[in-house]
């Protein structure tokens, strides 16, 4: 049962979304998607900034958690990605907890997911994600390990 906070981060990115909406795009977003799920034609970068952990006034970490541990992939995958772009501001134990959780998944997404956001921070703190790999490279698949390493020195 979600918490009040939750309750008010899901209306909060509701009608983040609702805003955004561009109903002339939904039915293109949603063919190329081929899913029943709706869409609201909202445009990518609308999505990121409403989406973003470390920018996000409510704190959306307990969320961020409980996704990670869904049958739903593409909830996982959300779940993995939510940091990506956040440099400096990116919270290292929730980006751990969250890749520790969907390490051993065995889905395409859900790995390249975890290396691109794995790649992404190394531009922050290439040092970080080349222990984070070591330490790991029983548990990431080789996938994640190669997408997340693609660009360190």
Known sequence: MPVE????????????????ADPGRAPRMQAYMKSEMPY??????KVRALTKVAAHPLGVGRLLLAWSSVPDRWLRRADILAQVGSKSRTDVDL???IIDANASHRDFFVRKAIGWVLRDYARTDPEWVRAFVEDRAATLSSLSRR???RHLP
């Open 95 to 97: 980006l751990t907890e």
């Open 147 to 149: 997408e997340a390493t």
């Open 5 to 20: 906070a939750d309750r008010d981060l899901l209306a909060a990115v509701a009608d983040g979304l609702a805003a955004g």
């Open 40 to 45: 609201l034609g909202v445009a990518v970068p």
